[in-house]
């Protein structure tokens, strides 16, 4: 009786360790399928939700600044078209690595020049650009008139006499496909947190 107490003792310490082991086998899975959801979770929202972008020079001085970080978001384009002064990144056509930080300055439809100092939108003065404090020096290829084609935008930095932007040959008009998204919220420096414009 002793003895078969004995085995009856060993058959079930057996299958605690059997148990165990199937256990731990078990939350080794799951903790790979745990990580696996959320390197895919990060990669979708990367891909289509939002990104995080830092400024790098002054082109858009004063409202960015050389190393403010911003989170770029990528949904409200899938809702509304891109508007007037939206700021938005973007990837250059020949380059796709290297990407801009611009405003939207002229829209796809429109003839956009730079000359005297200012811009013109289809032959007429934009007054409601408040953006840019000082005289443009140079129009550089927008001093002849540019007309727009379908999904294309005119960009340009704040600081506009130092910003190489849709006035160069190397940027040009920007296709809507190469917007990486609109930058909506700057979280650094902490005494600029907040959104912008």
Not at 12 to 23: F, L, N, P, Q, Y
Not at 143 to 166: Q, V, W
Request: include cysteine.
């Amino acid at each position: 009786m002793a003895e078969d107490d004995k085995i009856m003792s060993t058959g079930s310490g057996s299958e605690k360790k059997e148990t165990g082991g199937k256990s731990k086998l078990r939350e080794t899975i799951e903790y790979i399928l745990y990580l696996a959801a959320v390197v895919i979770g990060c990669l979708l929202f990367i891909r289509f939700v939002a990104v995080r972008s830092v400024v790098n020079g002054h082109s858009m001085a004063p409202t960015l600044s050389d190393k403010d970080n911003l989170v770029v978001e990528k949904v409200t384009y899938y809702f509304r078209e891109p508007e007037r002064f939206d700021i938005v990144v973007f990837r250059l056509k020949n380059d796709k690595k290297t990407h801009y930080i611009k405003r939207i300055i002229g829209l796809p439809g429109e003839t956009v020049q730079v000359t005297g100092g200012y811009v013109y939108i289809n032959g007429e003065k934009l007054e409601d650009d408040t953006f840019c404090r000082d005289l443009i020096e140079f129009g550089y290829t927008a001093e002849a008139p540019i007309t727009l084609g379908e999904d294309e935008y005119f960009c340009m930095g704040d600081n506009r006499n130092h910003s190489k932007d849709s006035r160069s040959i190397d940027v040009g008009p920007v296709n809507r496909s190469q917007f990486v998204g609109h930058a909506w919220f700057r979280f650094w420096p902490l005494n600029k947190i907040g959104t912008v414009h």
